[in-house]
C-alpha cells in the first residue's frame, strides 16, 4: 500500500443514490416463511424478493386497501 494518495481527481460515485441501506423492519414468521419459499423457487435471496416487491409497490402507487370495521366491544 502506498503512504499516500492522490484523490484530486477524485469524483463523487454517481451510483451513490442507487445504494441499499440497511433498516430493521420486523416482519411476521409467515410473511418470511412465504418469501423464503419463493426465494427457494426463484434462487433469489427472500430479502431481494421482498425489496423487489417493495421497489414494485412504490413505483406504482400500490395502496393496501384497508376497511376498519367498528369495534364490537361497546354492542349488546
Same mark, same amino acid.
Given at each position: 500500500?502506498? *503512504?499516500?494518495?492522490?484523490?484530486? *481527481?477524485?469524483?463523487?460515485?454517481?451510483?451513490?443514490?442507487?445504494? *441499499?441501506?440497511?433498516?430493521?423492519?420486523?416482519?411476521?414468521?409467515?410473511?418470511?416463511?412465504?418469501?423464503?419459499?419463493?426465494?427457494?423457487?426463484?434462487?433469489?435471496?427472500?430479502?431481494?424478493?421482498?425489496?423487489?416487491?417493495?421497489?414494485?409497490?412504490?413505483?406504482?402507487?400500490?395502496?393496501?386497501?384497508?376497511?376498519?370495521?367498528?369495534?364490537?366491544?361497546?354492542?349488546?
Amino acid at each position: 500500500m502506498r *503512504k499516500e494518495y492522490d484523490f484530486s *481527481k477524485a469524483r463523487p460515485n454517481p451510483y451513490a443514490k442507487r445504494l *441499499k441501506k440497511p433498516v430493521t423492519i420486523r416482519l411476521d414468521a409467515g410473511t418470511i416463511a412465504y418469501f423464503k419459499k419463493l426465494a427457494g423457487e426463484s434462487e433469489i435471496p427472500y430479502q431481494t424478493l421482498i425489496n423487489l416487491y417493495l421497489r414494485d409497490c412504490a413505483a406504482t402507487g400500490r395502496r393496501l386497501a384497508l376497511r376498519w370495521r367498528p369495534s364490537r366491544a361497546g354492542a349488546a
